[in-house]
């Protein structure tokens, strides 16, 4: 019988079965390598051609390689626009500038081969249409925020940064120690606690129940990391890393039911507007049934 082969650098020795934490880039950010690949190709002509040409072809792949990051950035800020219920619209439309620097820099290597006017331009509108239409626009407006306070999401806004800001040094700390199981465990930490993020960003009235998890604990989780990777650094030690684990162990499991308490509030909270309005049409005269969906009106044949 063929044995699984579990080492050092698999996924998760201890814990096979453990769901991998990475992020998996979109087949749209995978395309974005596509178009770095072809503005490698005028940074190769900049150099068969004399320094007039030169610098043409070296400004093209400036101009496609600043196209190629901001179309990548904009299709992140997509994913992470179309995964969450409720949040804001980019704050600058990263794909669409995108296109724009595409025809531009499209339009001037065209230009460089002394061709008439229009045909740089026709060229120029042709790439931007066609990143347009292969990458499409940026989020153009605020989803699911009718009626939320914006002072407080700015505030929200403000502590998840901060949220995120830690788990990046303890990520950075684990990483640093080439150890992929416990750079996964870290992940999947960091997993639950941005569940809790997410929680809070759809509800900022959350935020005052989950602020010392957004601050505090993330904050001692960080410290706790950078001193538990100077010391597997300087010396093995099996006890502070099996503590350390049982550390995070610990605090995912305190996050996960902070996010659970927070859900269950927002139920109660949903209960209570559903049986004040079911009580308001009472007194109306008009009878709501909110428990069950209305049964499907039959028509006579």
């Known amino acids: 019988m063929a044995e699984r082969f579990r080492g050092r650098y698999s996924p998760d020795p201890a814990n096979p079965s453990a769901p991998s934490t990475r992020r998996i880039p979109s087949a749209a950010e995978g395309r974005t390598r596509w178009l770095f690949v072809f503005s490698l190709i005028f940074a190769a002509k900049a150099f068969f051609h004399g320094p007039a040409d ?24 997509k994913a992470a626009y179309d995964a969450r219920r409720s ?46 239409a292969t990458f499409g626009a940026d989020p153009m407006k605020n989803k699911g925020m009718e009626g939320i306070d914006t002072f407080q ?23 640093a120690l080439g150890d992929r199981r416990l750079t996964d465990r870290i992940d999947r930490f960091a997993a639950t606690a941005r569940t809790l993020f997410r929680t809070v960003e759809e509800d900022p009235r959350d935020l005052t129940a989950a602020r010392r998890y957004l601050g505090v604990y993330l904050m001692g989780a960080r ?18 890393r099996s503590d350390y684990e049982t550390l995070l162990s610990d605090l995912e499991t305190n996050f996960a039911q902070r996010t659970r308490a927070l859900l269950s509030d927002n139920r109660s909270d949903l209960d209570v507007e559903i049986s004040v309005l079911r009580d308001r049409l009472k007194r109306e005269g008009v009878v709501l049934d909110l428990q069950s969906p209305p049964e499907k009106e039959r028509s006579d044949v």
Do not use: N
């Not at 030169?54 to 299709?75: D, H, K, P, Q, S």
């Not at 410290?223 to 502070?240: C, G, M, P, S």
């Open 54 to 77: 030169m610098l043409r072809y070296l400004a093209v792949f400036a101009i496609l390689l600043l196209a190629t990051w901001l179309t990548r950035e904009g299709v992140r800020a």
């Open 87 to 132: 949040t804001r619209k980019p704050a600058f439309p990263r794909k669409i500038f995108g296109s724009v620097l595409t025809g531009i820099g499209l339009g001037l290597a065209a230009a460089s081969t002394g061709a008439a006017l229009v045909t740089p331009v026709l060229i120029g509108l042709a790439g931007a249409a066609l990143h347009f």
């Open 153 to 175: 999401q700015d505030r929200v806004a403000r502590v998840v940064a901060e949220g995120e800001g830690y788990l990046k040094e303890m990520r950075a700390a684990g990483a």
């Open 223 to 240: 410290d706790a990391t950078i001193k538990f990777a100077d010391l597997w650094r300087r010396e093995k030690d099996d006890a502070a």
